[in-house]
């Protein structure tokens, strides 16, 4: 079966640096777009960052745009996410999906279960 399991979330200081890890199962890893997705406090689910199947493309939301780097090794199965310049934005929950193609473009078909990220001074 397809599995996404994150991981790296914890607890974090306004300004600093998280790295979040996903390693996936069940699927052609090297296939499929990647996408980063989080749940914000008090909020729906907003689309955070993406790669292409080429870890050359990648994109980013105007908010993780320049504090954020999305990455990925195919031959790890994993996808990764840092983030740098953290904002106060109490607990959120990271998850980490699948798309349809190796087009961030089509739809996420599977998502793992998240890891809680928190920002507290």
């Known amino acids: 079966q397809v599995q996404l399991v994150e991981s790296g979330g914890g607890l974090a200081q306004p300004g600093g640096s998280l790295r979040l890890s996903c390693v996936a199962s069940?699927?052609?890893?090297?296939?499929?777009?990647k996408t980063w997705v989080r749940q914000v406090p008090g909020k729906g689910l907003e689309w955070v960052s993406g790669?292409?199947?080429?870890?050359?493309?990648?994109y980013y939301t105007g908010a993780a745009k320049g504090r954020f780097t999305i990455s990925r090794d195919n031959a790890k199965n994993t996808v990764y996410l840092e983030m740098n310049s953290l904002k106060p934005e109490g607990t959120e929950l990271y998850y980490c999906?699948?798309?349809?193609?190796?087009?961030?473009?089509?739809?996420?078909?599977?998502w793992g279960k998240g890891t809680l990220v928190t920002i507290s001074s």
């Open positions: 999906a699948k798309h349809l193609t190796n087009s961030m473009a089509r739809s996420m078909d599977s």
């Open positions: 069940g699927f052609t890893f090297g296939n499929y777009a």
């Open positions: 790669i292409s199947s080429d870890v050359r493309v990648t």
